[in-house]
């Protein structure tokens, strides 16, 4: 998988690529992140990116010759699978998402910043709009970082144990279900015995039920 990521702020998006889980990923080749500075396709001496509104307001909006210039030279040497803009009013990111997205070759990240984007950058070029949740944030760098590590994670081969991410929260509706490891009793706060037990269908059928009471408790809309 390739993902390109446009920015105003790329060294926003460093760190989170360059560390655990990640940082593996790249290193062996399963994932490319490239990061792509939108000043550098500003036709002006300052490199400006944004400009006033029309009609007057508050904020100023990224123009659409620069990310048409950027957009068009990438599509130029790949096809790609969907270009992405990160805006709060955008399709609420969730893990089935994460899971089609996981499948894809190619993808371009588009990170909203200042007021938004010309609204003919929507029009034009985007496919998909994704939100990370109902609020907003100074610009789509933190967003489109979170997005990748859910698609990251996913890819064969990067996760040592592949059946992690099968049983994480979200996979079947469910939130995951409590976990423990050593010691067994901790100042009298013990691990339920039917994890010490070895008896496998047993543990599973646990883990489902607490899984489902974790849902229901905590997140019922899922079960809906």
């Known amino acids: 998988m390739r993902i390109d990521i446009i920015t105003v702020l790329p060294e926003l998006l460093k760190s989170p690529f360059d560390a655990s889980i990640l940082k593996r990923a790249i290193d062996k080749g399963l994932v490319e992140v490239h990061f792509h500075n939108l000043r550098d396709y500003a036709k002006d001496k300052y490199k400006h990116v944004d400009d006033y509104q029309f009609g007057g307001g508050a904020g100023m909006v990224m123009m659409i010759e620069p990310i048409d210039d950027c957009i068009t030279k990438l599509k130029s040497e790949r096809t790609y699978d969907e270009i992405i803009y990160m805006t709060p009013d955008g399709a609420t990111f969730n893990q089935g998402m994460a899971n089609q997205m996981s499948l894809l ?3 371009i990240i588009l990170c909203g910043h200042y007021k938004g984007v010309d609204q ?52 079947d509706n469910l939130l995951a279900p409590p976990i423990y490891t050593r010691p067994a009793d901790y100042k009298g706060h013990k691990v339920p015995d039917v994890l010490l037990s070895g008896h496998f269908a047993k543990i599973e059928k646990w883990r489902e039920d607490q899984a489902y009471e974790h849902t229901k408790n905590r997140r019922p809309d899922l079960l809906k």
């Open 105 to 107: 070759e190619n993808i």
């Open 120 to 171: 003919r950058v929507r029009d034009l070029f985007i496919t998909k709009e994704i939100s990370i949740g109902d609020f907003v944030l100074s610009g789509g760098e933190l967003a489109a970082a979170v997005v990748s590590d859910a698609i990251i994670r996913l890819i064969p081969g990067v996760l040592s144990d592949e059946t992690s991410a099968l049983t994480d929260s979200f996979q």
